[in-house]
Every structure is written in structure tokens, then in C-alpha cells.
């Protein structure tokens, strides 16, 4: 973590990311923190020639950083590693299957499908919850009003 905090364009990223906050609330925007780890990270054990998933899964330094500056903004946060690193590992057990293309660094049709769930579930549920909430007691007030 120090070094991120230490890197040269940090300073500027941390004035990015409170330009941003205050940019989307005064625009009424919910804002949440993802991040999204690279293909390399989750398939490290490849690149290394090493024993499959023997690679050490875990939130990387930016991550934590970004934890932390999510947590002092008060905002939603949610990092994609754990639940990419486990998707990744039960779907290659299972049938030798990635979760990005094997020629590039996009995510495949699954590895789609586990990011949008994880994001709705972790994210998306409560959000979509709490506005269908104030939407029914708007309706309520309005109904007693007339």
C-alpha cells in the first residue's frame, strides 16, 4: 500500500477520485467503488508455470487503497478478485474453461455472467430495493393526500 500511496500520479488520482464524488452527488448519482482485477491476476499460476491455483489469491495494495478511500467517501465497495478467483477455479476444475477469451483480456460469455451476478447481488439488490421502496411510499403519501 505504500507504494501506491508513494507512486508519483497518486496525489493526482486521489484529486480525480474527489473531483468525482462531488461530481456525481451533485448531480444526485449513486457512486460505487469496483474493482475489476486483470486476466494475469486471476490466472497468475499460469503465467508462472506454476501448479494450478497455486498462486496466492488476495486483494492487491491499489485495492485496499481504494477500499479505504471508498470507506472515507462513504461509498459502496466491491472487489471483484475473491469472487472471480473462485468462479475461475470451480469453472476450470470442472471442464478446463476460462473466464476471459484464451487470446485476449476480455471476459467470456461466463465470466460476464458471474461479474454481472456479483454485482447485482453485492450491489445492484439493495439499490434496486431501497428505490422500489421510496417509489411504493411516494405512492402511499400520494394515495392519502388525494
Do not use: C
Request: hydrophobic share 45%.
Amino acid at each position: 500500500e505504500r507504494d501506491v500511496l508513494a507512486h508519483p500520479k497518486f496525489q493526482a488520482f486521489h484529486v480525480t477520485f474527489r473531483s468525482m464524488v462531488e461530481l456525481a452527488r451533485s448531480r444526485g448519482l449513486t457512486l460505487a467503488v469496483i474493482v475489476v482485477p486483470s486476466k494475469e491476476e486471476i490466472y497468475a499460476w499460469v503465467l508462472d508455470g506454476a501448479p494450478p491455483w497455486s498462486t496466492r489469491p488476495g486483494p492487491g495494495a491499489f485495492s485496499a487503497v481504494l477500499r479505504h478511500l471508498a470507506a472515507g467517501a462513504d461509498l459502496p465497495f466491491l472487489d471483484l478478485e475473491r469472487h472471480l478467483s473462485d468462479a475461475a477455479r470451480a469453472s476450470f476444475n470442472a471442464s478446463g474453461e476460462l473466464l476471459w477469451w484464451r487470446d485476449d483480456s476480455h471476459w467470456n460469455p461466463p465470466g460476464h455472467a458471474v461479474v454481472a451476478t456479483v454485482v447485482f447481488e453485492r450491489l445492484l439488490a439493495s439499490l434496486v430495493g431501497r428505490q422500489a421502496g421510496e417509489a411504493a411510499e411516494a405512492a402511499r403519501r400520494s394515495e392519502r393526500v388525494r
